[in-house]
């Protein structure tokens, strides 16, 4: 059930419950300023494509092997315990109000872009876990994402029809094996650059999916950025 707030209601729960920061727990904000500059930037000594750490700025032997359908990922922060905090808060706390102030952070890392997508596409929830969380916490940022960066959202885009069990504690290959077919994309997608969104990633096999099926729809280029990723 998704109950709204009337924001009277809201204003006086806020001062009833003063927001605390999800890391540090200071009195405030949802996500303090220091805990804010305190996040790891993730390596630049990365794989262009997948982010996987390489000894400089080229491809990983993986990527250049065997090119991956998404063209470049941009990563904001290392996924650790500060990191982490937001992104469970968001997910698994249903603090909603993170989205933006994560979606903010991360469209700082996209304002450098030297190829605009036509449109951002947030990595879609299959419809049984969006009743149980009562929202997509990447199609959230991503609208944060949109108002900062000008670029319109496409949530119609992607679909995804199966519902995978949670992947944590799983190696790379069962990802990729478990996740295979698990999106359709329509027909609208056909000569689209995209750009892919979601809060998190640890191998990318989620959002490689994503790309595969959209360029298998038609898309002429496929990037994703996230706002962490496990090294
Ligand atoms: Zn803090
Ligand atoms: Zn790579």
Redesign the pocket.
Known sequence: MNISVAPAVEFALDLLFPAR??????DG?L??????A?LSPYPTASCSKCRELTHGPDLCDRCAADPPAITRMTVGYLFDD?ARDAVHGLKYGDIRALSPILGTILSEHLIGLRTRPDVIVPVPLHSGRMRERGFNQAESMSNRVAELTGLPVDNGLLNRKLNIPHQAGLQRESRERNILGAFEAGPRTRGLHIMLLDDVTTTGSTLEECARTLKNAGAIRVDAAVFAKEA
């Open positions: 920061c999800v890391h540090c727990a200071a904000n996500f303090c300023d220091l805990c804010i305190s500060i």
